[in-house]
């Protein structure tokens, strides 16, 4: 066998094709995308999503439960469904809280003016949650992004929003209480959030 020099090809650049939300809306309207797909629009990008174990599904209905009890006539808790950041991310939180009154989503998701907390629930997503999550929440302007981290027991808060994230993160461990910056007034064990 004669080994050869490998030649020089002349290099190319991939190009990517960035879905807007439009698009992305629209491929689910007709099949392509169907509702048991476990995606998000994220940068113009399809991503596929954690799949959702069991301990991860609990908190999000002990958090669904508490916060639709607490909040009620204040502000639409919204579990798990898209809201709209900007012309190429369509996230699906775990958890959302929209500004109230639900007439106001006629005919369009919630947008960064509109959300006053986005909750993710993390356990092997936590990496992707603190990285990408936060930088896109964070570029967005939402305000009060909250990581409910099951395997290290606590609550991760991202606040002060800018560019690249967040200015500011504090944790939150079982025997604390925290309370979503639109409502100071609430407060939420972390015990009874992140369950026994």
Not at 71 to 87: C, F, K, T
Not at 125 to 154: F, H, M, P, Q
Not at 173 to 192: H, Q, R
Request: glycine fraction near 4%.
């Amino acid at each position: 066998m004669i080994a050869e020099p490998v030649k020089q090809t002349a290099q190319t650049e991939l190009i990517r094709h960035k879905f807007t939300a439009n698009e992305y809306l629209r491929m689910a309207e007709v099949g392509l995308l169907r509702k048991d797909d476990s995606v998000e629009l994220i940068w113009g990008e399809i991503v596929e999503m954690s799949p959702i174990n069991v301990p991860h599904a609990l908190c999000v209905n002990r958090l669904n439960t508490q916060l639709s009890a607490i909040l009620a006539g204040r502000a639409i808790v919204s579990v798990q469904n898209p809201i709209q950041l900007d012309e190429y991310s369509l996230p699906q939180p775990d958890v959302a809280l929209w500004k109230p009154p639900s007439d106001e989503y006629y005919n369009r998701l919630a947008g960064p003016l509109e959300v006053l907390l986005v909750i993710e629930v993390a356990d092997s997503s936590i990496r992707y949650d603190r990285k990408d999550k936060a930088r896109l929440y964070g570029t967005a302007g939402i305000a009060d992004y909250w990581i409910v981290n099951l395997s290290e027991r606590r609550i991760e808060v991202y606040r002060e929003p800018q560019p690249d994230g967040y200015r500011t993160t504090t944790r939150y461990a079982p025997g604390e209480t925290i309370s979503p910056l639109a409502f100071p007034d609430v407060a939420l064990n972390v015990d009874e959030v992140l369950g026994k």
